[in-house]
């Protein structure tokens, strides 16, 4: 049997199909039901054994050749219909991207947590009081009897009372200091906290505002001293700053509610407008410290006779305006939707102290 | 508190220069906060002679000079009628800026002669208004620094004025010499004997005195003076009235002066009566009330009864310790003074200088404390002043009560001092220390001196051991871990919830802002707020008299200023404290969103679309989720005032409030300014529930191997029917088998109504079941799919649409 003109044939057919239905009809006409070779190998059944054995093994062969070549010619097919689509399929991809709100926490927020991260690696707790605070809380039991010169300065809100209630009217707190009293008194010595909040002064200028917040700290047990507190803002003040050297000066001063007290101040540099921590010649107050007064602890129903420790307090507000060179305080509570964007930060930057609080 | 350092030097016997006197004081707690050293723009000038003066060739008033200057011979031309050869002068050279004349010196050309700079007249050196001529000096090298030449001869004119911060706890350092003190103890120099003198009086004070037994105990427990008969009360001499003039006091009469000097130098305010305008003896009494009082300072004051004050027969001549009285003050004409030295109860002084709103240097002092025990060593150091500068006679002391007892002594334990500083100043070096300070030991006992009134206890000393110590040189020493290992968590579970809804609303694309706690009383009251409770009693503007009833004024006051710079399209929040009351703990934790205008920006996808109750309702439900509440809650229209009464909803677990969303009420929005409409959401973080299971185990995941079967239907419902109400519904129809059910469509309005019946709208729910332990037949579906419709139905009053 001779097949090689019907190979000649069909290949031929395969190789000039130019799309997927003329391949298929020659498909049909060699190996369909009713195709050439189907024919032929239909008629096998009626040869001798010996004339059927080679006319078979030739079939056979020819039909995997026809087979494999329509198969690569259908596959070259698709390929050229898919890359004349993707050739249709342009598009302009400098076109914006589909919109996308980015939203930012706020700098005082931010500057919250990484004080939290801080203190928390030194075993600092967050604890918490309220805005409108008795003035024993507020005053009386930090050791500020009520003519204290001391009182007067705070310049206190003070809240309505009405007609026919006679006690003093509560105030909004001047200070986070309160939180001292009411942490001891709650958890008792030793302790460690933080107390992060807002506090109020009557005060409103070009560099002041009738609320900011602050940061009280407290830690209270057998032998805690103020070579400890001044550690604990050295250390405080290269973590939070992130910067290696940092240098903090002491200074005696004065707090009713502590003794020794000292306010301390920051080196700095001031170049072209902006503020460099840790080098230059000038100093920056950034909080007022000291060891907690015995008549405080007392207040508090921890012994003083048994326990002694640090307090300190520093401006939020002033810690993110130095960190982040944010110039204007006024600015912090205006909600200018540039300034937030300006200054805030990404929700997922969340300051921890394995990956570096403001990385 | 200002000084001078030649006053400081009065006191103290030192050679420590003016910069570690001020680093001294800073460290001392008497924080420096200025320093005018008008040494500073002298320092360029030298001595020089003039050795040859001839007439300019084309100038009849000029002359050309030779001088002998550090640097050699020069000419200089100069117009002083005095410049003449053999006098010494103050030499300013080419380069140097000369203050008087506001002007740096170049070489000069002056008709036609060079001249090398100039010899300066005491206004060119803003030394005096002298102009006459050029400075002449008795004495001085050629050479010579002209401020070290001023430091011999004039002092007074070199002097720096150093203003320090006085901290409330340390009258004693509202006088210089409190204040050498301190510096003496610090070893800077040694604080000099101040000697009383023991003045005879000649005959009884014209004037007596006599305090009312109602002040005897408490307002003033001792008044003292003398009357000083036959005095001159002209200028001050030069000394005293440079010793005011350099803290910025102008000097008035040596009398006058007199009184400020011992107010500054020795904190001992005074006060000088003219003795010829006393009629009678002078009572210290409560006022009755109403009486008006002309004060130095030419203002009348109205009395209110009780406060105290000093009067005579013909009303009141003082506000005792806080202001003297015009009419019995004393000038030119005065020749009997009587001095007034008492000592005053700080806080009765405080109350009634509040009250009158007068703040003098007196009332600054009593109300802190002055020396209760120097009274009358004041009133004697005065009166012999008086004496030396004005002349006359003192009589003898006329007083009544006596100085208050300050004894009291506290236990100095070294050890205690060491263990709360940290730091190892030796016992004796403690001890010195405080007898440094004036006081007094017995054993262990500590006695503060009179003039501290703000040693309460042995804390005390330790401050003022640590102080002088100096705490700048102190250590930091490493704080141990409470407890050794890797710390706990330390924020509470509402702390963290804080944190997780602010994250997630950043997330969610909202900017975080911090708005004020207070707001206006319209805004409050538009929110459930603005009661007297909340009221603050001194708000500093109307914007901001009441605590904030909610967060959501304050972020619509935001978002009607950012509207006006021109920003419509805003998500902002805030998560913060909230004020239901006036007492303490009245407050909560909210966090609210607010969105108004679009969505997104124009863009060419159409993106841009006015964000409605379902963002809002969408959002609020992530922060839900974040917070950890359960997916199944109630939604009702409970509403505040403020919110929209048809497009607004509150999140509820049984009675427990937990959110609201939806759009803020259009007639809030134009009462505060806001170009709406505006949706928004409040969460009130601590409603949410706390997870009952405390593990970090997840309960284990249970996943069928069997095919889920999704059925939807569709039903038609009156149009107020509520979609949660089918939903819920549907749920319940088999809760074994039915998995989830989700709305995924509705048709309403005119169209719909057309094909289903007026008031009637369609919802489509899809149900996914999910078979457990064997795969459902048609049978199983079709039992759950008819148990569906039922309870749908009935819940709904509705049908299956067919």
């Known amino acids: 049997m001779d097949t090689s003109a019907l190979r000649a044939k069909f290949l031929g057919a395969a190789a000039a199909a130019s799309d997927e239905a003329a391949l298929e009809e020659v498909r049909l006409a060699a190996l369909g039901k009713k195709g050439e070779i189907s024919a032929l190998m239909a008629s096998l059944g009626k040869m001798e054994p010996e004339e059927r054995k080679a006319a078979g093994a030739l079939l056979n062969i020819l039909r995997d050749e026809i087979d494999s070549a329509l198969r690569a010619k259908k596959a070259a097919l698709g390929d050229a219909a898919l890359d004349a689509r993707l050739k249709s399929e342009w598009l302009d991809v400098t076109m ?85 009293i009411r942490a001891m008194t709650e958890k008792g010595a030793p302790i460690r906290v933080i107390a992060p909040g807002r506090v109020y002064r009557m005060d409103m200028d070009q560099t002041h505002t009738p609320m900011v917040h602050q940061v009280e700290g407290l830690a209270i047990g057998k032998d805690i001293s103020m070579a400890n507190l001044k550690w604990v803002l050295e250390e405080f003040c290269r973590a939070f700053f992130e910067v290696d050297k940092v240098e903090l000066r002491f200074r005696a001063s004065h707090f009713p509610f502590t003794e020794p007290s000292a306010e301390v101040d920051i080196r700095y540099s001031n170049v072209g407008g902006q503020l460099r921590i840790g080098e230059g010649d000038k ?60 200054y805030g930060f990404a929700a997922l930057d969340m300051p921890d102290l394995a990956g570096g609080l403001s990385a | 508190m200002k000084f001078s350092l030649s006053w400081l030097k009065d006191h103290l016997d030192t050679t420590a220069d003016l910069d570690a006197i001020l680093y001294a004081l800073t460290d001392l707690g008497l924080e420096v906060e200025e320093v005018v050293n008008p040494a500073a723009k002298l320092a360029p000038f030298t001595i020089a002679r003039i050795t040859h003066a001839e ?13 002998e200057t550090d640097e050699g011979e020069k000419q200089i031309v100069c117009g002083a009628p005095n410049a003449r050869a053999g006098i010494t002068v103050v030499l300013c050279k080419p380069g140097d800026y000369v203050p008087g004349i506001d002007v740096t010196l170049g070489i ?46 004039r002092p007074a004119v070199v002097d720096p004025m150093i203003h320090i911060k006085i901290t409330p706890n340390r009258p004693d350092a509202l006088g210089v010499r409190g204040i050498a003190r301190d510096l003496a103890a610090r070893g800077l120099g040694t604080l000099k004997p101040m000697p009383i003198p023991q003045i005879k009086g000649g005959f009884a004070s014209p004037v007596q005195v006599q305090i009312d037994p109602a002040l005897r105990a408490k307002g003033c427990p001792h008044f003292a003076g003398r009357t000083i008969r036959g005095v001159k009360n002209a200028a001050s001499p030069d000394w005293l009235a440079q010793r005011l003039k350099a803290i910025g006091l102008r000097p008035i009469s040596v009398l006058v002066d007199i009184t400020n000097y011992f107010t500054f130098g020795l904190n001992r305010p005074l006060h000088v009566f003219d003795v010829a305008k006393v009629q009678g003896a002078l009572r210290i009494a409560p006022a009755k009330g109403g009486e008006e009082f002309l004060a130095l300072d030419g203002k009348t004051y109205t009395l209110r009864a009780g406060m105290m004050a000093i009067s005579d027969d013909a009303g009141v001549e003082s506000l005792a310790g806080i202001m003297g009285g015009e009419v019995s003050g004393c000038s030119d004409a005065t020749t009997d003074v009587f001095l007034e030295s008492a000592y005053w109860d700080p ?125 700048t040189k102190l250590q930091g020493k490493p704080l141990p871990r409470a407890a050794a290992g890797v710390p706990k968590p330390i924020l509470t579970p509402l702390q963290i919830r804080e944190r997780t809804a602010r994250r997630t609303l950043a997330a969610l694309g909202y900017n975080e802002c911090v708005t004020y706690s207070f707001i206006d009383e319209a805004a409050a009251a538009m929110f459930g707020g603005g009661a007297d409770a909340t009221r603050v009693d001194n708000p500093i503007s109307s914007e901001m008299t009441h605590l904030r009833p909610d967060l959501l004024p304050g972020l619509l006051r935001a978002a009607a200023r950012n509207q006006a710079r021109g920003f419509a399209d805003l998500a902002l929040f805030e998560v913060g404290p909230v004020f239901t009351g006036g007492e303490p703990g009245d407050q909560h934790i909210q966090a609210s969103g607010l969105l108004i205008g679009s969505i997104a920006p124009r863009d060419p996808y159409g993106s841009r679309r006015i964000a409605d109750t379902f963002d809002a309702k969408a959002d ?65 973080i601590a409603n949410v529930p706390l997870p009952k299971v405390k593990t970090a185990t997840k309960p284990a995941l249970a996943l069928s191997d069997l095919q889920a079967v999704e059925r939807d239907f569709a039903f038609v419902v009156d149009a107020g029917v509520e979609a949660l109400v089918a939903v819920n519904a549907a749920i319940g129809a088999d809760k074994d088998l039915i998995e989830s059910v989700r709305l995924f469509d509705q048709f309403t309005g005119e169209r719909a109504e057309a094909q289903m019946g007026a008031g009637k709208k369609s919802i489509a729910l899809g ?36």
């Not at chain 1, 007067?152 to 200091?177: C, I, K, N, W, Y």
């Not at chain 1, 060891?291 to 921890?302: E, F, I, S, Y």
């Not at chain 2, 795969?775 to 569906?788: C, F, G």
């Open chain 1, 96 to 180: 914006p991207a589909r919109p996308r709100r980015i939203g930012t926490i706020h700098p005082v927020s931010q500057v919250m947590e990484e004080l939290t991260a801080i203190f928390a690696d030194m075993g600092f707790a967050v604890a918490e009081g309220p805005q409108v605070e008795t003035d024993w809380y507020n005053f009386d039991a930090l050791n500020i009897p009520p003519e204290h010169p001391a009182r007067q300065e705070h310049d206190t809100f003070f809240m309505h009372r009405d007609a026919g209630d006679d006690r003093p009217p509560h105030v909004l707190r001047t200070h986070t200091s309160p939180v001292q």
């Open chain 1, 283 to 342: 100093w920056m107050e950034i909080l007022g410290s000291g060891m907690v007064h015995p008549k405080v602890l007392a207040a508090a129903g921890v012994d003083p006779t048994e326990y002694q420790g640090f307090a300190f307090g520093m401006g939020i507000d002033r810690l993110a305006m130095l960190k982040y060179g944010i110039p204007d305080l006024r600015a912090f509570f205006d909600g200018d939707l540039r300034w937030l964007r300006h």
């Open chain 2, 55 to 67: 007439q300019h060739p084309d100038a009849d008033k000029l002359r050309v000079c030779r001088v």
């Open chain 2, 108 to 153: 000069g050309k002056i008709r036609g002669v060079e001249s090398h700079g100039m010899m300066a007249s005491e206004r060119e050196l803003e030394l005096s208004d002298e102009h006459n001529g050029i400075i002449e000096l008795s004495s001085g090298e050629v050479g010579q620094k002209f401020t070290d030449w001023l430091a011999v001869n």
């Open chain 2, 347 to 471: 806080i009765t002084i405080a109350t009634t200088g509040r009250a009158l709103k007068i703040n003098s240097d007196a009332r600054y002092r009593f109300e802190r404390g002055v020396d209760p025990a120097f009274t009358l060593d004041g009133l004697d150091l005065a009166a012999q002043m008086i004496l030396d500068l004005c002349g006359g006679e003192a009589s003898d002391i006329a007083q009544d009560g006596a100085p208050i007892d300050t004894a009291r002594a506290y236990r100095l334990d070294p050890a205690r001092v060491i263990s709360l500083v940290g730091m190892d100043i030796p016992a004796e070096t403690q001890r010195k220390t405080l007898q440094d300070l004036g006081f007094t030991l017995n054993g262990d006992m500590a006695t503060p001196p009179s003039w501290r009134p703000d040693v309460l206890g042995e804390a005390d000393l330790v401050e003022e051991v640590a102080r002088i110590a100096s705490l």
């Open chain 2, 620 to 684: 609020v439900e992530a922060v839900l989720a974040a917070l950890g509440a359960p997916a199944r809650v109630q939604i009702s229209r409970k509403l505040a005032q403020w919110w929209h009464p048809g497009r607004a909803g509150v999140i509820g677990l049984g009675p427990n409030q937990i959110a609201t969303f939806g759009e803020v009420h259009p007639r809030i929005l134009a009462d505060m300014g806001v170009k709406g409409p505006a949706v928004a959401f409040t969460v009130l």
């Open chain 2, 767 to 802: 149900v996914r079941l999910q078979p457990q332990g064997k795969t459902l037949t048609d049978a199983e579906i079709e039992a759950v799919s008819a148990k569906v419709i039922e309870t749908v139905t009935k819940a709904t009053g509705g049908s299956l649409r067919s």
